[in-house]
């Protein structure tokens, strides 16, 4: 009897242990269950995880990230008609390719190579080692009479008083050579090792086939692409957007003025019967060697080239509305000055006008960027699914309404994501998308990233969570 009761008891006792441990199961997963109820945020992410992703994402999407690609969308032909030999159009905001020519046909940039130099003297500007108000001194290699014959110039000549931003003024506007050399020797003391930095900046922004002998362009060794120029002028334009409205788009320039005389100079005219003297005293006023500043609408840049070589060459960018497109043309035709530029103005024209009568920007910078997801069965409960990349502004064509604006409010962001996550997620991987719509059109597709990495949990969370999974 005895034995009997105490397995009885047994039995009974281990029947309540049985049960306990399923009440604290599901008072658990209920617990759990009322967590995720209340989840509205990830936990931030910490710097060095951050950072880490942001240089994974940069590189696993790194044609996203170039500074010129390929349209996210085809559009039949644009019927662009280009005389130059070789050209390119892109969208600044995002470096769209929206037509090209023979664009990787390598041809000496002549003076656009001026546009490399000035790059380097802003970045100088920029970390504070030289200021626009410097005055330069002027070293004999870069006084006007030792030029080159035929040279483009600024005029400068023995013990003038010139600042830097006369100098790139003179650059800019004039295409002078001479204000070429003043600034490799005012930044690096040689014209070698100033090229070394043009050099370097091409190579940095993956230029492969650019490649610089000296910085005025005259030297037909002087190469690039279309392709390279046109990223070249986006980085430039990005990184020192004021320099189009302080150099790019200034009308003319008159120097030397009575203010650069040299101390003893006399301000007046000369006699240049002979060829140009080491002290130049008169003032020469030039128009901007840009045949369309001035006469397209919204062209604010920015930079002509010329030599027997190349041909007649233009990178010309213009602005409209929050649009702003870019072009270069190179081996431009003319059997003169009169024709090459008109062959500027036919080509440059012809391309931002077909591209502002089809495209418009439409800005993303106000678009939600990061979305917030619970994960079930992981040691993690929730993270955040983030855009891999930034476009800045998606490239709009006009295929829908009746106006350029009814086109662009048509346009709808579409977001793909899953309501929850379960267990192992990567840092990066895709799990979301968001899509850029416009009609039949899918003008840009965005892919969500998991902004960290999560492990799956143990059986008890991960049964648990299975219970309280949302329908």
């Known amino acids: 009897m005895k ?15 049985v049960a306990a441990l399923f009440a604290a199961f599901f008072i658990f997963a209920g617990v759990r269950g009322a967590q995720f109820k209340k989840l509205t945020a990830a936990e931030p992410v910490d710097f060095e ?64 190579t001026k546009l490399f130099a000035m790059y380097v003297v802003e970045q100088e500007v920029a970390e504070g080692r030289l200021h626009y108000d410097d005055v330069i001194p002027l070293p004999p290699e870069c006084w006007a009479c030792n030029m080159p014959p035929h040279s483009s ?22 295409s002078g ?13 040689s014209m070698e090792e100033f090229v070394e930095r043009m050099n370097k900046a091409a190579l940095d922004a993956g230029l492969t086939h650019t490649h610089f002998v000296e ?25 020192h957007p004021d320099s189009l409205k302080r150099f790019h788009s200034v009308p003319s320039f008159t120097y030397p003025k009575e203010k650069n005389m040299a101390p003893g100079d006399r301000y007046g005219a000369q006699d240049w019967s002979n060829g140009l003297p080491q002290t130049i005293t008169m003032g020469i006023t030039q128009e901007n060697t840009n045949p369309l500043l001035g006469r397209l609408t919204g062209c604010d840049g920015l930079k002509t080239g010329y030599i027997d070589e190349s041909g007649y060459n233009l990178a010309l960018t213009v602005a409209r ?13 003319g059997k003169n000055t009169q024709e090459g530029q008109a062959g500027r103005v036919a080509d440059g024209t012809a391309l931002m006008e077909t591209a502002f009568s089809i495209f418009r920007d439409y800005d993303l910078s ?30 709009v064509p006009f295929v829908t309404g009746n106006t350029i604006a009814e086109n662009l409010q048509n346009v709808q962001i579409n977001v793909v994501m899953p309501d929850y996550l379960q267990g192992q997620i990567t840092a990066g991987a895709e799990y979301g998308k968001i899509q850029i719509i416009l009609g039949d059109y899918i003008l840009d597709t965005i892919p969500l990233v998991a902004d960290r ?8 969370v991960c049964v648990a969570d299975a219970i309280t999974l949302p329908d």
């Open 153 to 174: 110039l600024m005029f400068l000549g023995k013990g003038q008083i010139v600042t830097l931003e006369e100098l790139l003024l003179g650059l800019s506007i004039c």
């Open 215 to 239: 910085s005025s362009g005259y030297s037909e060794q002087n190469v690039t692409t279309a392709r390279e120029m046109a990223a070249f002028c986006r980085l430039y334009i990005m990184e």
């Open 49 to 112: 995880q951050k950072a880490w992703l942001q240089l994974e994402l940069k590189n696993k999407y790194s044609e996203r990230n170039q500074l010129v690609q390929s349209l996210s969308y085809t559009l039949p032909e644009l019927g662009i008609s280009v005389g130059a030999d070789s050209a390119i159009l892109i969208d600044v905001s995002n470096g769209q390719i929206i037509y090209e020519k023979n664009a990787d046909k390598v041809i000496p940039p002549a003076s656009m």
């Open 321 to 333: 509305d929050g649009t702003r497109f870019l072009s270069v043309t190179m081996g431009g035709k």
């Open 453 to 460: 990495s999560t492990q799956k949990a143990n059986w008890i």
């Open 366 to 395: 106000g678009m939600q960027t990061s979305y917030f997801v619970k994960v079930y069965a992981a040691d993690q409960k929730a993270l955040n699914l983030v855009a891999a990349f930034n476009p800045g502004a998606v490239c």
């Open 177 to 189: 050579n001479d204000a070429a050399y003043a600034l490799a020797y005012a930044v690096c003391g």
């Open 3 to 17: 034995k009997s009761r105490i397995i009885k008891i047994s039995v009974f006792a281990a029947g309540g242990t």
